[in-house]
T-cell receptor
Framework: NAGVTQTPKFQVLKTGQSMTLQCAQD?????MYWYRQDPGMGLRLIYY???????DKGEVPNGYNVSRLNKREFSLRLESAAPSQTSVYFC??????????????FGSGTRLTVV | QQQVKQSPQSLIVQKGGISIINCAYE??????FPWYQQFPGKGPALLIA???DVSEKKEGRFTISFNKSAKQFSLHIMDSQPGDSATYFC?????????WGAGTKLIIKP
């Protein structure tokens, strides 16, 4: 099925460890996004990539880095995990704004716990 | 100006009733207003969307009402069912990105 695939689905890290969350889409979308979702906080944008080769900070970029590896893949890296980064992370992609049906397609999320 | 304010934070509706979730925005440059539905353990999924040149859009039991002058839009779920229990997010597109409301947790009581 076409869509956005995130790996891993679950992860437990110790404080100070690093890890990379992987995201791939097969819909030929230009734009990709990383969000975190915390209880009562809605969706907060960490980083986005409007097109291959570009990345920009979102609302909460501190402690994270991203790489747009190619048009399909957009990874999120935690260099030194902190308990405050315990969250559910969602990757999303979108078609260009001019499409008749425009929307974000989300992956199923990565549940990250930092202890 | 970039905010989208969503209310209520949570909502309990009896089965068969009408669920209403409201959103308000300030930026008149927003050009697209979608609603997303999220079930526990899943990512949000596009439910229905409207453009500002239309005052209402209906898809099955789901209707968006849009009031451009008041800068408000709302989601109405008619004949609400237990399977509609989910978190709902409104959003608005500005600068080629979606600005999200904080979400509404909807519970439909059987």
């Amino acid at each position: 099925n076409a869509g956005v695939t995130q790996t891993p689905k679950f992860q437990v890290l110790k404080t100070g460890q690093s890890m990379t969350l992987q995201c791939a889409q097969d819909m030929n979308h230009n734009s990709m996004y990383w969000y975190r979702q915390d209880p009562g906080m809605g969706l907060r944008l960490i980083y986005y990539s409007a097109s291959e080769g570009t990345t920009d900070k979102g609302e909460v970029p501190n402690g994270y880095n991203v790489s747009r590896l190619n048009k399909r893949e957009f990874s999120l890296r935690l260099e030194s995990a902190a308990p405050s980064q315990t969250s559910v992370y969602f990757c999303a992609s979108s078609a260009p704004p001019g499409q008749r049906i425009y929307g974000y397609t989300f992956g199923s999320g990565t549940r990250l716990t930092v202890v | 100006q970039q905010q989208v304010k969503q209310s209520p934070q949570s909502l309990i509706v009896q089965k068969g009733g009408i669920s209403i979730i409201n959103c308000a925005y300030e930026n008149t440059a927003f050009d697209y207003f979608p609603w997303y539905q999220q079930f526990p353990g899943k990512g949000p999924a596009l439910l229905i969307a409207i453009r500002p040149d239309v005052s209402e859009k209906k898809e099955g039991r789901f209707t968006i009402s849009f009031n451009k002058s008041a800068k408000q839009f709302s989601l109405h779920i008619m004949d609400s069912q237990p399977g509609d229990s989910a978190t709902y997010f409104c959003a608005a597109r500005g600068n080629y990105q979606l600005i999200w409301g904080a979400g509404t947790k909807l519970i439909i009581k059987p």
